[in-house]
C-alpha cells in the first residue's frame, strides 16, 4: 500500500464499522484496515489522554445528568474502554480491578454501561488486550520457526532476561543475517504495525538502546487478526448464521477434551453398518446437544444417527448436517481428523447449492476451523484460550499437483484409471490420509484434486453425499475450485435421503474437467 493511499484511509477511518466499507472501497483486506484503525486509536490516545483526565470532573458529572460512556467516548473520540477507567478513578474505584470484573460494581447502570463499553472496545478492552497479547505470542513463535527453518542460531528475550541488563529485544542472533542488505542482530516482534510517529516511539524508547547494544536489527509486526465473531460482523454475516458458526466454533475445545478420553471402538454401529469409534458418538452427542439447546437450528442430520433430528422450539428455520468426527479411525494412530458441518437454510434434503454456508474444524497440529457464507472462505486458528482468531481470508484453491486417491487400485474402473494414471504421468505426488476432511484441507491449501471414485461392486463409491461431499464441495467451489461425481456438479445433486453415498472429485477446475470428459468418453 503506497503512502497515499494509505494517509487517506487512515483520515477516513473513524470507526470499526468503517473497516467493511473502507476494505471495499479502497480493495485493501480487513486485517489490514483494521490495524490502521488501531493506529489512528492508539495515536488519538496519546494525543488526547491528558486532556481527558483533566476533564473527568466533568465527564462524571455529564454522566450523572444521564450521558452514557459511549456517547461521551464517541463525543470526545475516545476509547469507551479507557473513557470509563478513567471515570471510575474519578470516582474513586479502583479502575483496573472494575474493568476487569465489572460485576463488582452495585451500580447497576454504571455495571451495564461499562460492560457495554468494554463489548464495542476493539482496542483497550480486556479481550482487546488478550488478543493482543495472543497475538504477540503468536508473532514470536512465528519468528522461532523461521529462525529454526533458516536453520540460524539465536537467543530469546527470555534467556537474555537472565542477563543483567533490563532492555532485550525478542531474539538476539548470534551470528548477523543479511536481511535486505543489512546485517541484522536482533529481532522485535510487535503485536501491532505502529503508525510513523508511534514507530519513532518505540525507536526513540526502545529500538535505539538495542541498536548501541547489539547493533542493526528488524522488527516484525502486524499480527492484528481478527477473532472469528468480529470478523463475521465486519463480513456482514447474517446475525443468525453467524450464532451458529460461533457455537460450532465453541464446541471444538469441548470435542478436543474427548480425544484423550474416549478411544477405541464403541460398541453399537451406524446405519451404514460401521462399528462406531467411541469418539464418533462423543463428538455426535457434543454437537447434538449443543444445538438442541441453543434451538438455533430445525433440522439435524449426523453421520452417526440414523433419521433426521426436528429441534422442538427451534428459533431458526436452519439445517445442519455433520460429520461428527471424520477419519475417526485415524485418532488411534494420532492423526489429523475433523468435524464437517453443512449449512441448509431449511430442511437437509436439498442439493449443495442451495446451502448458505458450510464448514470445518480441523484437529491437527493446530486446530483451525474453515468457513464460508458465501463471500469467500476463510480460515482461524485456536488461541490457547480456546478462541478461533483470522489465520487467512479469501482462501483460493492454487493450481498444485497433489492427488489423494481413495478405494484400491485392483477396483479401479477403466475411465479413472485412466484419469488416476495421467495425474502420474504429469508428476503428480500422491497424499491420502484416510480423512476425507485433511486431504481436501490440504489441496484446498495446495492445488490438486481428492478423489474417492466409483469402484468395482461399488456404482456410488464409499463417501457420503450430505455429511462429506456437499459441505466440502461448497468450500472448494466457493474457494474457485470445483467438485464433481464424474458426471457433473456435485451440488446439484438432490439427495434422496441421509445414507446417500456418492463418487467424490474434488479440487482444481482443469482436474475435474479431465475427469468427467474422461467420464463421457467412457460411455458408462
Ligand atoms: P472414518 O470417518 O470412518 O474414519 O472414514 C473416513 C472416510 O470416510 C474418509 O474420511 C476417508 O477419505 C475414507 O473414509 C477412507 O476410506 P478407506 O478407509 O477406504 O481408505
Known amino acids: 500500500m503506497n503512502e497515499r493511499k494509505y494517509k487517506k484511509i487512515y483520515e477516513k477511518l473513524k470507526c470499526v464499522e468503517d473497516i467493511n466499507r473502507i476494505s471495499k472501497a479502497y480493495s485493501v483486506n480487513t486485517g489490514a484496515i483494521s490495524n490502521i484503525l488501531h493506529q489512528k486509536t492508539v495515536r488519538n490516545v496519546r494525543k488526547y489522554h491528558s486532556r481527558i483526565v483533566n476533564k473527568a470532573p466533568a465527564l462524571v458529572r455529564s454522566w450523572k445528568r444521564g450521558d452514557t460512556i459511549l456517547k461521551l467516548a464517541s463525543k470526545n473520540n475516545f476509547p469507551p474502554v479507557l473513557l470509563a477507567s478513567i471515570m471510575l478513578k474519578e470516582m474513586g474505584y479502583k479502575s483496573k ?36 497479547s495472543g497475538q504477540g505470542r503468536m508473532g514470536e513463535d512465528l519468528i522461532h520457526e523461521w ?67 547489539y547493533g542493526p536489527g528488524m522488527e516484525q509486526g502486524g499480527y492484528r487478526n481478527m477473532e472469528l ?64 439447546e441453543s434451538r438455533l437450528v430445525r433440522w439435524i442430520a449426523t453421520e452417526e444417527q440414523p433419521d433426521i433430528i426436528e429441534v422442538d422450539g427451534a428459533i431458526n428455520q436452519f439445517g445442519v448436517t455433520i460429520d461428527p468426527l471424520d477419519g475417526s479411525s485415524l485418532i488411534d494412530v494420532n492423526l489429523a481428523v475433523g468435524t464437517i458441518v453443512g449449512l441448509y437454510p431449511g430442511h437437509v434434503l436439498e442439493p449443495g447449492n442451495t446451502m448458505v454456508g458450510a464448514l470445518y474444524i480441523l484437529y491437527g497440529p493446530l486446530t483451525t476451523l474453515t468457513y464460508t457464507t458465501g463471500t469467500g472462505v476463510h480460515e482461524f486458528v485456536m488461541g490457547e484460550d480456546g478462541r478461533f482468531t483470522l489465520m487467512q481470508e479469501n482462501l483460493t484453491i492454487p493450481d498444485g499437483k497433489i492427488y489423494a486417491p481413495g478405494a484400491l487400485r485392483k477396483d479401479y474402473l477403466p475411465y479413472h484409471k485412466q484419469f488416476i494414471e495421467k495425474l502420474e504421468s504429469e508428476g503428480y505426488k500422491l497424499r491420502f490420509s484416510g480423512s476425507f476432511v485433511a486431504d481436501v484441507h490440504q489441496i484446498l491449501h495446495k492445488g490438486g484434486l481428492f478423489t474417492y471414485p466409483a469402484f468395482a461392486g461399488k456404482d456410488s463409491g464409499k463417501l457420503r453425499l450430505l455429511f462429506e461431499g456437499t459441505p466440502m464441495g461448497k468450500m472448494v467451489v466457493e474457494a474457485g475450485g470445483a467438485i464433481s461425481n464424474g458426471r457433473g456438479n456435485l451440488l446439484d445433486v438432490k439427495p434422496s435421503s441421509v445414507s446417500d453415498r456418492t463418487p467424490i472429485y474434488v479440487g482444481g477446475k482443469r482436474e475435474i474437467a479431465l475427469i468427467e470428459s474422461l467420464v463421457k468418453g467412457s460411455g458408462t
Not at 476487569?100 to 452495585?106: G, R
Not at 455495571?111 to 488478543?131: G, N, Q, T, W
Request: glycine content about 4%; aromatic content about 10%; charged content about 35%.
Open 147 to 213: 529462525l529454526e527453518h533458516c536453520d540460524l542460531e539465536f537467543i530469546t528475550e527470555s534467556d537474555m532476561s537472565k542477563e543483567p541488563n533490563t532492555k532485550t529485544p525478542d531474539f538476539l542472533l548470534s551470528e548477523p543475517y543479511k536481511v535486505d542488505g543489512i546485517d541484522v542482530r536482533w529481532i522485535e516482534s510487535k503485536a501491532v504495525f505502529a503508525d510513523e510517529k508511534e514507530h519513532n516511539r518505540y525507536q526513540l524508547k526502545q529500538f535505539s538502546f538495542y541498536e548501541d547494544l
Open 97 to 132: 480491578t472494575v474493568v476487569k470484573n465489572p460485576d463488582v460494581l452495585e451500580d447497576k447502570r454504571l455495571r451495564y454501561e461499562l460492560i457495554k463499553a468494554i463489548e464495542v472496545d476493539f482496542c483497550f478492552s480486556p479481550r482487546a488486550h488478550s488478543v493482543q
Open 229 to 292: 465473531n468480529d470478523f463475521l460482523k465486519e463480513k456482514g454475516t447474517d446475525e443468525k448464521l453467524s450464532q451458529l458458526i460461533m457455537l460450532f466454533s465453541e464446541q471444538a475445545g469441548v470435542i478436543k477434551e474427548g480425544f484423550l478420553s474416549a478411544r477405541g471402538a464403541a460398541d453399537t454401529k451406524n446405519v451404514y453398518g460401521e462399528t462406531q469409534m467411541a469418539l464418533d458418538k462423543w463428538a455426535d452427542e457434543v454437537l447434538i446437544d449443543a444445538l438442541r
